[in-house]
């Protein structure tokens, strides 16, 4: 999307439409957009408002596409990315964002259109979101019976359906609200100094595999970047060899960077692995201490990463088990004859966690060990059946699992 900035745009709702762009057109993930140095360039009030604008439409664009699309002339056609990018952002602050003046929300939408190429769908777009402001002051009596809350209709029913199976619909309904919210911090763990801003959820995994061995020599960070639970093994466990290992280069790069700002951090290596086929150095092995922090679906992590929800598809969970098993069964054999393994995600699916674990272990050669004792009583109540299992809205955290396993003998 060429933008052609006018005057009558804020450059917060320009920057938002251009990430929206991206988001939409390519791989890119709303977080890395919304921390680039365009972004950064803003005032600091205009970043907030361009942050909220992007995040506040990613999870909200079922729904907004669902108010939107009967108002068309014909519903099914297919938009020009200028007029359908600005008609969501003026519903989601028409029906979002209170403290936003309507006229400025309808105003300046109609002019994103025309100055993102789509000045014929300028007079479409003013239209329909002033019959949505008409409507809001205005609304319809509410239905008695309300089968899904608006949350519920910003995610996929196929991923709901999958939800209420495997946990309920009371649960499910958590897990939608959570996700329409800013996601909390600070709600499992006291503020400490010194250790990385990440996460509950995150730091939840971290420390659970740090308790897990009182003293390790070597510890194996298999699936790293960004590095937050690198930092914190690293602070854990100072005396320890670490080696923190990711696919991607840049992201691999970036960690170093991270991990070269900080004193209690600096002594960690990064390598660049594949761990579906390990490189020969890590291939002695013996490592006391192994955190396999598998890339998964990220189901458990819809607040953060809205964009997830739109791009994933049910056809997607068994290539990720099928990569989630190639991993964990060569991290398992890098451990020492006493050492300890934390294999997690940040996924809700069976399929990517116990499922996983329950097929890498079949045949015996390892088994898992009740993690409940390593829990903090905070997060007691997400120990289930001897793993880690956190909830969305259940807990006050994104949606984590984890196990522990060691060898039989």
Known sequence: MNSKTQPAISPARDAAIQILYRVMSSAAHSDDQL???????????????????????LRWQLQLD??????????????????????????????????IPPHAAINESVEMARANGAAHAADMVNAILRRVQREKDAPKRTPLIVT?????????EWLLARWRKNFGAAATRR??????????????????????????????????????????????????????????????????????????????????????????????????????DPPAEL???????????????????????????????????PRQADRQK????????????????????????????LAVVQAVTSAGTFRTIDVAPLLPESASSAAVDGTLRTLPGTHPCDGFFAALLKKST
């Open 66 to 99: 669902t108010v939107m699309r009967p108002m068309l002339q014909r519903p099914d056609a297919e938009l020009h990315e200028a007029a359908l990018l600005a008609l969501r952002l003026g519903i989601f602050q028409l029906l979002h964002m209170d403290r």
């Open 175 to 276: 897990i939608a609200a959570y996700d329409q919210q800013e996601p909390p911090s600070g709600m499992l763990f006291p503020p400490e100094e010194g250790l990385p801003q990440i996460d509950d959820g995150s730091r939840l995994i971290a420390e659970i595999t740090a308790a897990a061995v009182s003293s390790p020599k070597r510890i194996l960070d298999c699936c790293a970047a960004p590095g937050g639970k690198t930092a914190v093994l690293a602070m854990r466990h100072p005396q320890a060899e670490i080696i923190a290992c990711d696919i991607n280069p840049k992201r691999l790069e970036a960690m170093r960077k991270r991990m070269d700002r900080s004193e209690s951090t600096k002594h960690v290596k990064t390598l660049l692995a594949d761990m579906t």
């Open 35 to 57: 921390h680039s140095p365009a972004v950064s360039r803003l005032s600091p009030e205009d970043r907030n408002l361009t942050t909220a604008l992007v995040l506040g439409v």
């Open 326 to 353: 190639a991993i964990l069964t060569q991290a398992l054999q890098l451990l020492a004859p006493t050492g300890r393994l934390v294999y997690s995600t940040c996924s809700l699916e069976p399929e990517e966690n």
């Open 148 to 156: 899904m809350t608006p949350e519920e209709q910003a995610h996929p």
């Open 283 to 317: 291939q002695t092995g013996n490592f006391d201490l192994i955190l396999c922090d598998a890339p998964c679906s990220g189901t458990g992590t819809l607040s953060r990463n809205p964009e997830i929800r739109h791009r994933l598809r049910a056809s997607d969970l």
